[in-house]
């Protein structure tokens, strides 16, 4: 039965979806996190989504394929007074770029709702077919 | 000769019976068209939960087509020496690959993906008020034949 399909699919979205929130939220939070858990300044995570197969050839879920380390240029500040400034006073703070972690994080609830949206659809549907002849 | 007359005569007080015929060739294509509506409903599902997925291409059947293919479609000939004997017809199979088609994307995107979330929702939308009126009609049928067996009573 095809329909059910549609609850795979709709999860690994979900799924998909909210792990890119949960990766949004850990670059939001570390904005200004000049020392991460290698020494290093943080830098910001993206993930990268891939089709996933289901039971039925043609319709494809969503999986996270991979986070990846975003490879643009951290921001360099100068402030002599801070404690991680090198020899010149400049500070190397993460690469975390807020505006687009704010679109990120509402394309992927936007997202997150759609899949929602499609569950409960798909219920009402098979609900339905379940009263056939009643 | 005996045995032969006897099945000459089911057969015809099988043809007789038209009213079930009727029901079953009615039922059969709602039966067709949901299935149908509900593997496009697969498809799109799977085209709306893919809106982010770079070089994903959105995909879609033509319905009637597929309708189309789905009523003629047989499985195999198989032979009846009877008109009592059911002809083998399995329903409806899965889409065929050479029935999907690419939607024609209307803003491309730099990622290679073509889902358009406004066409993926219009089309969903519209197959599941399709698929839900499909099941109306089911019922409905269903309703006459009780209707027809209680004398319109109830």
Redesign the interface.
């Given at each position: 039965?095809?329909?059910f399909?549609?609850f795979n699919?709709?999860g690994?979205?979900m799924a998909a979806?909210s792990q890119?929130l949960n990766v949004v939220a850990s670059n939001l939070a570390n904005a200004d996190s000049v020392a991460s858990s290698n020494g290093q300044p943080y830098r910001a995570r993206q993930v990268?989504?891939?089709?996933l197969s289901?039971a039925?050839?043609?319709?494809?879920?969503?999986k996270v394929a991979g986070v990846i380390e975003d490879k643009s240029p951290m921001r360099v500040v100068h402030d002599p007074k801070h404690p991680m400034a090198d020899a010149k006073g400049y500070v190397t703070l993460p690469n975390v770029n807020v505006v687009d972690e704010m679109v990120n994080m509402m394309?992927a609830s936007r997202?997150y709702q759609?899949?929602v949206n499609?569950m409960n659809?798909?219920k009402a549907?098979l609900q339905?077919?379940l009263?056939?002849?009643? | 000769m005996v045995n032969a007359y006897i099945g000459k005569q089911k057969d015809k007080t099988f043809q007789e019976m038209t009213m079930i015929n009727k029901l079953n060739k009615t039922l059969d294509f709602y039966h067709k068209a949901l299935n149908v509506s509900a593997a496009r409903h697969e498809l799109l599902s799977s085209n709306i939960a893919n809106a982010d997925t770079p070089n994903f291409k959105a995909r879609d059947v033509d319905f009637m087509k597929t309708l189309q293919n789905a009523m003629t479609f047989n499985p195999g000939n198989m032979t009846t020496t009877s008109s009592m004997h059911m002809n083998g017809d399995r329903g409806f199979r899965s889409i065929a690959s050479s029935e999907l088609l690419y939607r024609i994307p209307q803003q491309p995107s730099i990622d290679g993906n073509t889902v358009d979330m406004d066409t993926e929702r219009m089309q969903f939308i519209n197959n599941s008020i399709k698929y839900d009126a499909g099941l109306t009609f089911i019922n409905n049928q269903f309703r006459f034949v009780l209707s027809a067996i209680r004398e319109g009573s109830a």
């Open positions: 039965m095809s329909l399909n549609v699919i709709a690994s979205a979806q890119r990268v989504f891939s089709t289901t039925t050839k043609e319709a494809k879920g969503v394309s997202a759609n899949s499609l659809t798909t549907l339905k077919t009263t056939i002849g009643q | -």
